[in-house]
C-alpha cells in the first residue's frame, strides 16, 4: 500500500483483496490487514506528498510547458486545493489509479500537512475495509478470480499509456499548426 501511494503502480486492488483472503484462513485478523493497509497507504502518500511540496514546484516552473503546466495552471491547482483540498483528497483515495497521485498535486499546492494526512487517513480506511472485506467474501474462490485481477490491470495499464499518448500526440499536432 505503502509502494502503490508513493506513485509506483502496484495496485491496492489486489493486494488488500488477497490480504481479506489470508483473513479468511485464519492468518491475518480483519481489522489488523485494515490497519496494516490504511496506515501504509497514508505514509506513502506523505512521501508523494513530500515530493510535491519539496520539488515538485520549481519542476513544474522550469519544465511543465513541455507537459502543458503553466504557471496559470498552478495557480488554479492552488486554488483548487485552497477551495477543496480535503474533500479531493479524501474522496480520491476512493478511486483507483487517481488515489495513487493525488498526494503530488496536494503537496506542490501546499496543502496542510496536518490536514492532508487527517483526510488521506479518513479516505483510506473506507477503502481498505473494503477490499479486505471483498477478498475475505471471496474466501475458498480466490484462486478462480485471480486471473482477472491480471487482465484488468492490463487493460488498465494500457488505458492510461493510450491517454499519455493521445495527450502527447495533441500536444504535438498543436505545436505543427
Do not use: C
Not at 483526510?119 to 472485506?133: C, E, H, M, R
Not at 485471480?146 to 488498465?156: N, Q, S, Y
Amino acid at each position: 500500500m505503502a509502494i502503490e501511494s508513493a506513485n509506483i503502480p502496484l495496485p491496492s486492488e489486489v493486494i488488500l483483496p488477497f490480504g481479506g483472503y489470508l483473513v479468511y484462513t485464519g492468518r491475518l485478523s480483519f481489522w489488523g490487514t485494515v490497519m496494516a493497509g490504511t496506515l501504509g497507504g497514508t505514509l506513502g502518500s506523505i512521501g508523494s506528498y513530500l515530493l510535491g511540496l519539496k520539488g515538485g514546484r520549481p519542476f513544474l516552473k522550469k519544465y511543465g510547458r513541455y507537459i502543458g503546466i503553466t504557471e496559470r495552471k498552478l495557480a488554479t491547482a492552488d486554488r483548487w486545493f485552497q477551495r477543496y483540498g480535503e474533500a479531493t483528497v479524501f474522496f480520491t483515495r476512493l478511486m483507483p489509479i487517481v488515489r495513487t497521485f493525488i498526494s503530488l498535486p496536494a503537496g506542490i499546492a501546499g496543502m496542510n500537512f496536518k490536514r492532508f494526512v487527517i483526510y488521506t487517513f479518513l479516505g483510506s480506511l473506507p477503502w481498505s475495509i473494503l477490499l479486505v472485506y471483498f477478498g475475505y467474501a471471496l474466501g475458498q474462490n480466490w484462486q478462480a478470480i485471480k486471473p482477472w485481477f491480471h487482465r484488468a490491470d492490463f487493460l488498465v495499464v494500457l488505458l492510461l499509456a493510450g491517454g499519455v499518448l493521445y495527450y502527447l500526440w495533441s500536444k504535438l499536432k498543436q505545436r505543427r499548426w
